[in-house]
């Protein structure tokens, strides 16, 4: 009980005062109480807890740094994920310096460490211009207190800081120290409103929950220093179907505006307007709107005898992605062109180029992925632009285009993509909105069961499995990963979902359609046999050999925070044939219905049956629709009954009955 009430003690004590000297490796006795405590703070069910998570960036002296460190308790070493790996990202012609790391553990009332050896940090050439750093923290088991810090000179400076992870954190602070030249302006997204201070000293005695000051540095005057500080944050509790953590994890973000001083002031960007004509149309993207002629006889022969302007773009779209392979090259369009590589922007600038030498009207798009903030409308932020793609428009037609995504067809973007405000870089500039009712995922699967007189109660299956866009994306993205086991996957289960066999059920040949060919759907066809089994006067027969739903997707709805977000149209298709043999009659089967999540349609789910009692054959289809759809948090009980409901409903089973 003494151990438990030091510990208590000690998180009052690092959460009232950031100056006290609560750090696991210059105070013994908060390192022995953290060892011995067994109860995690905040979050009882916790596998670990942050103790302090402490990031400082540093623009003082002319020298970019920053320096990071962090030290957590390890309650149930299994299910802590990646935790103890320690993952450094930095410019190539960056340095890390002095990092370090000790474990510690408790061993017969002793204090036992494990320090991270330089023969165990690993350097790796991420891509051009970016090295990782490695090393995962030795000695990690229950009750271990883990402590590790590094700095980096003259790499990547974070201008944000997340407050919030999947661990509680009991205190968590970003200081960004630099030029009181620069001038940036902080967005923050917390639960709990920052109580604000003139000085540091003032703000380090504070008991408040989230804290921030601003003022002159102490060593160096003309730099600004400024502080946010968040005590107690809860875990970071992931949500069935949620949108992207980046939109409700708690945090800080600043956004650099420019440059400010005596008599002078440098905004980054005046307005979007000025900014795309000047940065992007007449510098960085320049080259996409040049005349290219080294480009001329490779779009010529492209195009050859190609007399529709669609046709001639989705040509030259289909040239460019798979001729050119993205990698960290660089954006210069021709030496893109030449050695056949190059990144997101070099690849789409190409395009656009090649498009324009073909006469065609293409431009280019900036815009902010679902992983980042948006967009801003009134106050221009380059700083969150993600991704540049080429448009062309064909009849008054806009396409979308990303050449660089190696596995989605003409006209269509990553998901994430989809996410409202962009910019034109054209002459004439402008903004468009990606819709997500642009991306459109539709899939369809055809089932065919057929008495066999050769085989008795043994039928012949087929399935024919068409998988929409973005579900074709994402399996050609595994196949290339490992085909092997995915056809070993469908010998063994016969769907690509990994539902159980049915009884009975054995896939003999499994064939793969348009694998390699991304303008057209991936195909997917099974041949096997459904064995019935004896004659029996009663057989139970499953006739939805690919559910749409084979468990709720809503998994808990108690205590949910966050919203659904379903952010493309799809639509999944199924339907089933089934002809008997003499042997058998329909005695009982599956009744249709029409299912809606609300009147409008958002969601919904119909089917039908056919009985002909003639030929002694069935058909049973369903289609599920869902619309782009933002759910409130409160509405999820009501989802959650729609999704069961659609299962309910292809429980439904077909029984056969002997005739006699």
């Known amino acids: 009980m003494k151990s438990k009430l030091l510990f208590l003690c000690l998180i009052m004590m690092a959460s009232r005062s950031y100056s006290q000297n609560f750090k696991v490796a210059e105070n013994r006795d908060s390192l022995m109480s953290y060892l011995r405590s067994t109860i995690p703070p905040i979050d009882q069910n916790a596998s670990a807890v942050i103790l302090y998570e402490i990031g400082t960036t540093d623009g003082t002296n002319g020298v970019d740094m920053y320096h990071y460190e962090i030290a957590f308790k390890i309650y149930n070493a299994k299910n802590i994920g990646n935790l103890v790996d320690i993952i450094i990202p930095k410019k190539s012609y960056g340095v890390v310096k002095k990092l370090k790391g000790i474990t510690y553990n408790l061993e017969d009332g002793h204090i036992i460490e494990n320090k991270v050896e330089k023969s165990e940090i690993i350097m790796e050439d991420y891509t051009d211009g970016l090295d990782i750093v490695k090393v995962s923290m030795p000695g990690i088991k229950d009750g271990s207190v883990v402590t590790y810090s590094y700095e980096v000179k003259n790499g990547s400076m974070p201008s944000s800081w997340n407050f919030q992870r999947d661990e509680p954190v009991l205190y968590s602070r970003f200081n960004f120290n630099r030029s009181e030249m620069l001038m940036f302006t902080p967005m923050i997204h917390t639960s709990v409103e920052f109580k604000s201070f003139t000085n540091m000293k003032k703000m380090d005695a504070s008991s408040a929950l989230a804290l921030y000051a601003e003022g002159p540095h102490a060593f160096s005057p003309h730099i600004i220093q400024r502080s946010w500080v968040r005590k107690n944050v809860p875990a970071f509790k992931k949500e069935d179907l949620m949108g992207p953590e980046v939109q409700f994890v708690e945090r800080v973000k600043l956004n650099y505006n420019g440059v400010v001083g005596p008599g002078m002031q440098y905004p980054i960007a005046e307005s979007w ?77 190409l395009l656009c180029a090649m498009l324009r030498n073909a006469g065609l009207k293409s431009d280019m798009i900036l815009l902010s992925n679902k992983y980042s903030d948006k967009l801003s409308e009134i106050l221009p932020n380059p700083s969150d632009i993600t991704n540049l793609i080429t448009r062309v428009e064909i009849n008054g037609v806009s396409y979308q285009l990303n050449a660089a995504e190696k596995d989605l067809p003409f006209g269509y973007l990553p998901l994430s993509y989809y996410n409202g405000y962009s910019r034109i870089v054209s002459k004439e500039g402008g903004v468009i909105e990606l819709d997500a009712s642009l991306a459109r995922n539709i899939s369809n699967t055809i089932v065919y069961l057929n008495a066999n007189k050769e085989a008795g109660n043994t039928y012949r299956f087929k399935m024919i499995r068409e998988m929409g866009v973005y579900t074709g994306m994402d399996f050609r993205k595994a196949w290339k990963s490992d085909s092997t086991t995915i056809k070993q996957h469908f010998m063994d289960r016969g769907l690509d979902e990994g539902e159980k066999h049915m009884s009975g059920l054995k896939i003999t040949e499994v064939n793969f359609e348009n694998i390699n060919e991304v303008d057209k759907n991936i195909r997917v066809v099974l041949y096997g046999t459904v064995d019935l089994g004896d004659a029996v006067d009663m057989v139970i027969l499953d006739p939805y050999f690919k559910k749409i739903f084979s468990e709720n997707p809503i998994r808990n709805i108690k205590d949910r925070k966050y919203p659904v977000e379903y952010d493309y149209i799809s639509q999944e298709k199924y339907k089933v044939y089934i002809q008997l043999s003499d042997k058998y009659m329909f005695d009982d089967y599956p009744v249709g219905k029409n299912i809606a999540l609300d009147p409008a349609g958002l969601m919904r789910y119909t089917s039908s049956v056919s009985i002909d009692t003639v030929r002694n054959a069935a058909m049973i289809q369903c289609q599920f629709d869902n619309k782009i759809l933002l759910l409130d948090a409160k509405e999820v009980g009501t989802l959650s009954e729609f999704y069961s409901a659609i299962i309910k409903q292809q429980n439904q089973k077909i029984i056969l009955k002997l005739k006699s």
């Open 273 to 349: 307007e000025k900014h795309i004509k000047e940065v992007w149309y007449d510098k960085i993207l320049v080259q996409a709107f040049d005349k290219s002629g080294f480009l001329d006889e490779t779009v010529k022969t492209i195009v050859k005898d190609i007399p529709e302007e669609l046709d001639k773009a989705k040509a030259i779209f289909y040239y460019v992605q798979k001729n050119i392979q993205n990698r960290s090259y660089g954006d210069d369009i021709r030496k893109v062109f030449e050695a056949k590589q190059g990144d997101q922007a070099g690849i789409n600038k």
